[in-house]
């Protein structure tokens, strides 16, 4: 049992008796830190989770958007950490699984996935390569089975994820606001469980993920086997059953498998239980404690008023889907666990499912002392070097082309995606408003894009997770979309350690700082401790996932086009901490990590939006990891041309060339603009108090040219797509 001797003497005294081993089981399950969230639950009220869209917060198994027409929009994020670290391919896999079904249980169809990696470094580790080409090949596999494209993602690569991985997926889903299912149910309904039989894969897989990883071969039995053509099923009797109106409730059996799946659900109805697992159809003979706490994947609870049983029943036999009525729903706010003829368990829904509170200590960790008092700046290189240290971090695989990455997906399945992988900061998805009406048909448009720093957030995780949020609103509004809300990840090390829990409150605090400035409320999330092998625990790795929607329609999808001229928006300020240039190219640790100013952030975004909806930018490119010059060679590369770039015009506060290239400061945009349109650029500018200047021309002719006091730095687009290209080249031009 994962229960500490705290704990037990907690459960013992709110039983007034001694647990069974199923009670004790049951427990351990959901009261793990990955399912409880026992150290973090304090501060996630941090966030604001309120705001003009939000339907449904954070509580459930996705949050809830009102977009308006009645079309609703659900967004969950997950991980699978562990698993995908022992058994890549299907770790990677069940994580999309389950996700999906979470926005199933809200009575929503999954429309895009997305997703979000991180590995050691595939340049010179062999184990870190198999991982990356498993974990992709799960995610795609998974997804393109079940017809649900993966449209944008991130992966980062550092040596602090050795011997391991991250693998978050996210799911958007749509319903109409007249179908969307919440937690209901009444004495007498009934508790089904649909989908594939249950058997001994998964368990303890949730206590499997509340302690520190130990290596690919232990507790292979709590890596769950995935099902993606059931998965499949799944989704289409669910969503028929929604339309029929025949259920009251769904729920994922994720975690902890029917232990929480049933206490959650019980104590948020203020409920009690009725189970016989002698009903549960079964893949082989399996004890009750067993049975409780397998994490079987594709099965899902379903409430079921008894008068419309016969309805259900026709759907699921119509899609030749399995399952089993296991019991009802009472009113003593009692879990009565019946097996073989014998009371297994009786026990309140509300002791399983409420977690005591661990109370953690939290202390500064002195590696940021060390990196403060040590910090330094490197040699400043010579001109000719320039060009070369570009193109090294245009190979470095957390910046290069992730094309190896999304052509394995089928992205474009469903035809909603309408900005594809690669082609934009934030990829374009349009929701139908149809009345159902072949000549009334009109869309909203949201963006959707995920982001993080580990870098960043590893020397000052409260401007590093920040930073991240900033990056992800920035990515949306490249698009044309206005952030309207937000899910994040928080994955860290072992909350037992005072030093990571510091940077986890600290990363909270610049997330929930930010989101209130800016009021994007936080509509779900997921904690994720114990991210951690022999040789340590991973850089705090806060994800952002953004939701924006384009109010208007003006969208921006296009490229730089020859005669362009290029305009920054934004501020280049000496702010070198955490930046790929330093660490990447120097192998350098630097305290001055970018901070967000968060007037001037809103500001620059929302300049950007304005000139979009005013038709008056071609392009629009955010300035982050790998700095400006980075950028514009990103630019350049998805424009298919080069560009003449005079860095004397640049608005900075930088003392030194490399300083102005490579600098990662926040709340900047690259923007191409039609000559004839600069007057109108800036008479609307004006209006908002954001540094801004054209610093070039884009060019069909020649190279790209980086010009600064009389001198000039080329560079081919030969040379700039060659080293881009390098993770295809280090994975094999294959899938």
């Given at each position: 049992m994962s229960l500490t001797d705290e704990e037990i003497r907690y459960l013992h005294d709110a039983l007034g008796r001694e647990p069974n081993i199923v009670e004790l089981s049951m427990v351990s399950a959901e009261w793990s830190e990955h399912c409880s969230y026992k150290s973090s639950r304090p501060y996630l009220s941090m966030f604001n989770t309120k705001g003009k869209y939000v339907l449904i917060g954070p509580g459930y198994d996705a949050g809830v958007l009102d977009i308006g027409d009645g079309i609703l929009l659900t967004v969950h994020i997950e991980s699978h950490n562990h698993p995908s670290a022992v058994e890549p391919y299907g770790g990677a896999a069940t994580g999309v699984g389950g996700v999906i079904r979470d926005i199933l249980s809200m009575g929503s169809r999954p429309i895009a996935l997305l997703d979000a990696l991180r590995f050691?470094?595939?340049?010179?580790?062999?184990?870190?390569?198999?991982?990356?080409?498993?974990?992709?090949?799960?995610?795609?596999?998974?997804?393109?089975?079940?017809g649900v494209p993966t449209v944008a993602g991130e992966?980062?690569?550092?040596?602090?994820?050795?011997?391991?991985?991250?693998?978050?997926?996210?799911?958007?889903?749509?319903?109409?606001?007249?179908?969307?299912?919440?937690?209901?149910?009444?004495?007498?309904?009934?508790?089904?469980?649909?989908?594939?039989?249950?058997?001994?894969?998964?368990?303890?897989?949730?206590?499997?993920?509340?302690?520190?990883?130990?290596?690919?071969?232990?507790?292979?039995?709590?890596?769950?086997?995935?099902?993606?053509?059931?998965?499949?099923?799944?989704?289409?009797?669910?969503?028929?059953?929604?339309?029929?109106?025949?259920?009251?409730?769904i729920k994922d059996l994720g975690g902890g498998g029917l232990a929480c799946c049933l206490s959650e659900t019980a104590d948020k109805l203020g409920k009690g239980m009725i189970i016989n697992l002698?009903?549960?159809?079964?893949?082989?003979?399996?004890?009750?404690?067993?049975?409780?706490?397998?994490?079987?994947?594709?099965?899902?609870?379903?409430?079921?008023?008894?008068?419309?049983?016969?309805?259900?029943?026709?759907?699921?036999?119509?899609?030749?889907i399995q399952f089993s009525v296991i019991g009802r729903l009472t009113d003593d706010a009692h879990l009565h666990i019946y097996h073989q003829g014998s009371e297994m368990a009786r026990i309140k829904a509300?002791?399983?499912?409420?977690?005591?509170?661990?109370?953690?200590?939290?202390?500064?960790?002195?590696?940021?002392?060390?990196?403060?008092?040590?910090?330094?700046?490197?040699?400043?290189?010579?001109?000719?070097?320039?060009?070369?240290?570009?193109?090294?971090?245009?190979?470095?695989?957390?910046?290069?082309?992730?094309?190896?990455?999304?052509?394995?997906y089928d992205h474009e399945v469903g035809l909603r995606t309408v900005i594809k992988p690669g082609y934009a900061d934030a990829t374009l998805l349009r929701v139908s408003t149809s009345n159902g009406t072949e000549t009334d048909i009109d869309y909203k448009y949201i963006a959707v894009k995920v982001d993080g720093n580990s870098k960043h957030c590893y020397i000052d995780p409260y401007n590093g997770s920040m930073g991240c949020f900033s990056e992800a609103c920035r990515n949306v509004a490249c698009v044309g979309a206005e952030p309207i809300a937000m899910v994040d990840h928080l994955q860290f090390g072992s909350p037992e350690d005072e030093h990571v829990f510091w940077t986890f409150v600290e990363s909270v605090r610049g997330l929930a700082d930010y989101g209130r400035?800016?009021?994007?409320?936080?509509?779900?999330?997921?904690?994720?401790?114990?991210?951690?092998?022999?040789?340590?625990?991973?850089?705090?790795?806060?994800?952002?996932?953004?939701?924006?929607?384009?109010?208007?329609?003006?969208?921006?999808?296009?490229?730089?086009?020859?005669?362009?001229?290029?305009?920054?928006?934004?501020?280049?300020?000496?702010?070198?901490?955490?930046?790929?240039?330093?660490?990447?190219?120097?192998?350098?640790?630097?305290?001055?990590?970018?901070?967000?100013?968060?007037?001037?952030?809103?500001?620059?975004?929302?300049?950007?939006?304005?000139?979009?909806?005013?038709?008056?930018?071609?392009?629009?490119?955010?300035?982050?990891?790998?700095?400006?010059?980075?950028?514009?060679?990103?630019?350049c590369i998805a424009s298919g041309i080069c560009a003449r770039v005079e860095l004397g015009n640049l608005p900075h506060r930088c003392t030194r060339l490399d300083d102005i290239l490579f600098s990662e400061s926040h709340s900047r945009f690259l923007l191409s603009i039609k000559r004839d349109?600069?007057?109108?650029?800036?008479?609307?500018?004006?209006?908002?108090?954001?540094?801004?200047?054209?610093?070039?021309?884009?060019?069909?002719?020649?190279?790209?040219?980086?010009?600064?006091?009389?001198?000039?730095?080329?560079?081919?687009?030969?040379?700039?797509?060659?080293?881009?290209?390098?993770?295809?080249?280090?994975?094999?031009?294959?899938?």
């Open positions: 050691g470094d595939i340049r010179d580790d062999n184990h870190a390569r198999w991982l990356f080409r498993n974990v992709v090949r799960g995610i795609a596999d998974y997804g393109n089975c079940i992966v980062e690569f550092d040596d602090s994820f050795k011997g391991y991985c991250l693998v978050d997926v996210a799911c958007i889903g749509v319903a109409r606001k007249d179908r969307l299912v919440t937690l209901k149910g009444d004495t007498g309904d009934l508790l089904i469980i649909a989908g594939n039989r249950t058997g001994k894969d998964g368990i303890h897989g949730a206590s499997f993920a509340s302690r520190a990883f130990e290596g690919e071969e232990e507790d292979r039995s709590a890596v769950q086997i995935p099902d993606p053509f059931m998965g499949k099923l799944l989704i289409d009797a669910t969503m028929e059953c929604v339309d029929s109106g025949c259920v009251k409730a002698d009903a549960l159809h079964l893949r082989e003979e399996m004890s009750a404690e067993e049975i409780m706490i397998s994490e079987s994947q594709e099965r899902m609870l379903y409430i079921v008023e008894p008068s419309r049983f016969e309805e259900f029943k026709a759907i699921m036999d119509k899609y030749e509300s002791i399983v499912a409420n977690a005591p509170v661990v109370k953690r200590k939290a202390t500064k960790p002195p590696y940021m002392e060390y990196i403060a008092s040590n910090s330094r700046k490197p040699e400043m290189p010579e001109y000719d070097d320039i060009a070369d240290i570009l193109l090294q971090l245009l190979s470095n695989p957390s910046i290069a082309s992730k094309e190896w990455v999304y052509r394995q400035y800016m009021n994007i409320p936080c509509v779900g999330g997921k904690v994720s401790f114990y991210n951690e092998t022999r040789q340590g625990a991973i850089k705090p790795s806060p994800l952002v996932c953004v939701v924006g929607l384009v109010s208007d329609g003006k969208v921006m999808k296009g490229h730089a086009r020859d005669g362009d001229m290029l305009m920054i928006i934004g501020l280049t300020k000496d702010e070198m901490g955490g930046s790929e240039y330093y660490e990447y190219i120097h192998s350098i640790l630097h305290t001055d990590v970018p901070k967000v100013d968060l007037a001037y952030d809103k500001s620059a975004r929302d300049a950007v939006l304005a000139l979009i909806k005013a038709g008056l930018v071609t392009s629009v490119h955010d300035c982050s990891k790998g700095g400006l010059a980075t950028a514009i060679a990103e630019m349109h600069l007057d109108a650029v800036d008479r609307l500018l004006s209006d908002y108090p954001v540094d801004r200047a054209v610093i070039g021309k884009f060019t069909s002719n020649g190279n790209l040219m980086l010009e600064y006091n009389g001198s000039s730095i080329s560079i081919s687009m030969d040379s700039m797509l060659d080293s881009y290209n390098s993770i295809s080249r280090l994975m094999g031009h294959g899938c």
